[in-house]
């Protein structure tokens, strides 16, 4: 599924209704991308995050990171950071 307003297709990360409220989660599971992220922005390693989530894969991990990346250059309102 293509994520709306993002024109790359994402193997590992899927949205639908019936899952999680529509939030983005890792293919096959619940578990919301968000919390990945958080958990790596408050400094867990990779390691760590698989070891909470051992169902997850590095490459999963990396394919959140680039879905973040991909939803803020096209959402420049997101978030108002202090100049």
């Not at 983005?24 to 919390?35: E, H, M, N």
């Not at 400094?43 to 879905?67: C, F, K």
């Amino acid at each position: 599924m293509v994520l709306r307003g993002v024109e790359r297709r994402f193997k590992w990360i899927v949205v639908d209704p019936n899952v999680c409220h529509g939030k983005p989660v890792f293919k096959g599971t619940r578990i919301p991308v968000s919390d990945v992220l958080e958990m790596l922005s408050a400094r867990m390693s990779i390691e760590e995050v698989l070891r909470e989530y051992p169902q997850l894969s590095r490459e999963m991990i990396y394919e959140a990171i680039g879905l973040a990346a991909e939803l803020l250059r096209r959402e420049r309102s997101l978030i108002q950071i202090p100049a």
